[in-house]
């Protein structure tokens, strides 16, 4: 897998250069200082990804990658991104101009080796599974199950039929036992939806939150893998692209339909029920599957409160995160719903709850969101807007 870098730090380009010569599976393509050298030697050299700088010379990233986009070039990118309030802001917009992912840089590392380590264990695995997707070889899951699946989850066993696709009749699918009905008739009522996602995340959930209406009649939580700041602006963004409002949560705050609560960075997103109704609860417990928040812990805090009433999707990431909180939701007879593998940056946290027999449907993220739509709807479909209820 050969990686061109574009950084105008020298220190950057030096550290990248031993990274790429120290990984038998990378190699070095070439070094760029600006955008505008960059976008002659992608032509040129044709790598398989870019390692991105944002704060550049002559052409700075987002720029480059506006330009990319206008020049037709189609090659994975990754952002190295400040961990700041300007530096996450930009990866937020850069995300949206289409960069694959992002990592920080290593700035509190004041050993050179200390900083490369830290590099090579956030950067790397990215760069092969993003890289590894394009080419059309996925990370490694479970096989698929093509009978009932077993999985166990706090000693809790769920036994459900195979997973199916949108078209499949089969078990599990639309018009199978046990799952919706032909005519679209939800198994048993949404009282709230629970996301999860990971690498190529931000831009999915900007596919999906943007298509719901704004008359959503349950409330929508997501765990996002980002840092604090990044998880801000992500919300921002979201909240301007729909009709839903989108906010991060708060601790304590009630859970309002029509609303998405986004998990703030290196917080875990848990639900309670209260008198009150269900409240938002962060928390700072230990890191889950590497991650804070995660999205394992806001599954099976949903599976607490609203049970089989839960309707979790997975959406595009690295590695297993929600598979156990999927596990759990099943157990109950809640209803799953995953990104197919051709939409997703990485096939890795829906391709596990899809390996391990979970999934309800697995769909493309333009179609996501009308199987929540679908999946959530109660009679006429979504809660009414105060202005109808009062004239109706």
């Known amino acids: 897998m050969r990686v061109l870098v574009v950084d105008d730090a020298v220190a950057v380009r030096r550290l990248m250069t031993m990274l790429f010569q120290s990984e038998p599976d990378l190699a070095l393509a070439g070094i760029a200082q600006d955008g505008v050298a960059a976008l002659e030697k992608i032509e040129l050299l044709r790598p398989d990804i870019v390692s991105l700088d944002l704060a550049m010379p002559n052409m700075d990233g987002l720029t480059m990658l506006r330009e990319m986009r206008a020049r037709g070039l189609d090659v994975p990118v990754i952002m190295f991104s400040t961990l700041t309030h300007h530096g996450a802001k930009e990866t937020i917009e850069g995300l949206a101009l289409g960069a694959a992912d992002y990592v920080t840089k290593p700035t509190r590392y004041d050993n050179p080796m200390d900083a490369l380590e830290a590099v090579r264990a956030e950067l790397v695995p990215r760069i092969k599974a993003i890289v590894g997707a394009a080419r059309g070889h996925t990370a490694p899951t479970a096989r698929p199950s093509t009978g009932p699946a077993t999985a166990t989850t706090n000693g809790a066993a769920a036994t459900r039929s195979r997973p199916t696709t949108p078209d499949d009749g089969g078990p599990g699918g639309p018009g199978g036992p046990g799952g919706p009905g032909g005519d679209g008739t939800p ?206």
């Open 187 to 392: 198994r048993t009522r949404v009282d709230a939806v629970v996301i999860g996602s990971s690498t190529g995340g931000p831009n999915a959930l900007a596919e999906v939150i943007g298509r719901l209406p704004g008359n959503l009649r349950v409330p929508v939580l997501v765990a996002q893998h980002m840092p604090p700041l990044y998880t801000t602006y992500l919300a921002q963004r979201l909240d301007g692209l729909g009709q839903l409002t989108v906010r991060e949560a708060v601790d304590g705050e009630t859970a309002e339909a029509g609303t998405v609560y986004i998990a703030p960075g290196d917080h875990h997103l848990t639900v309670r029920s209260t008198g009150a109704g269900v409240t938002l609860a962060l928390t700072q417990t230990a890191p889950v599957n590497h991650c804070r928040p995660a999205v394992d812990v806001l599954f099976s805090s949903a599976a607490a409160v609203w049970g089989k009433h839960t309707l979790a999707v997975v959406l595009t990431g690295m590695g297993h995160d929600g598979r156990d909180g999927c596990a759990e939701l099943r157990s109950l007879g809640a209803q799953v719903l995953v990104q197919d593998e051709t939409t997703s940056v990485v096939w890795g946290m829906p391709g596990a709850v899809y390996g391990a027999g979970l999934a309800d449907e697995v769909v493309p993220i333009d179609k996501v969101a009308a199987a929540v739509m679908r999946l959530t709807a109660l009679g006429s479909g979504f809660r009414r807007s105060p202005s109808a209820a009062a004239s109706g």
